[in-house]
């Protein structure tokens, strides 16, 4: 979740960047919006499965399981 905040940051500060040369900000605004979209993609993951993990009486979210363990298996 943390790397998710920190990704944030990081594409709110890429319209003003200090580095003025011009290659180094498009090569680190193409990685930026990758990592973005990766951390996104992994809290997406992350959030069903920590709740597919719960042990819940009244509903039975074992289907559930052996999708997150593919997912998790990247």
Known sequence: MS??????VICCNLT???IKRI?????????TK???FLSMFFVGIWI???VTWLELDVINLR???KLF?????W
């Open 69 to 73: 363990q593919i997912f998790n298996s």
């Open 16 to 18: 003003s960047p200090q």
């Open 48 to 50: 069903p499965g920590i």
């Open 63 to 65: 289907g559930w399981r």
């Open 23 to 31: 290659e180094v900000v498009q090569e680190l605004n193409c990685s």
């Open 34 to 36: 990758m990592l973005c």
């Open 3 to 8: 790397s998710f905040i920190w990704s944030i």
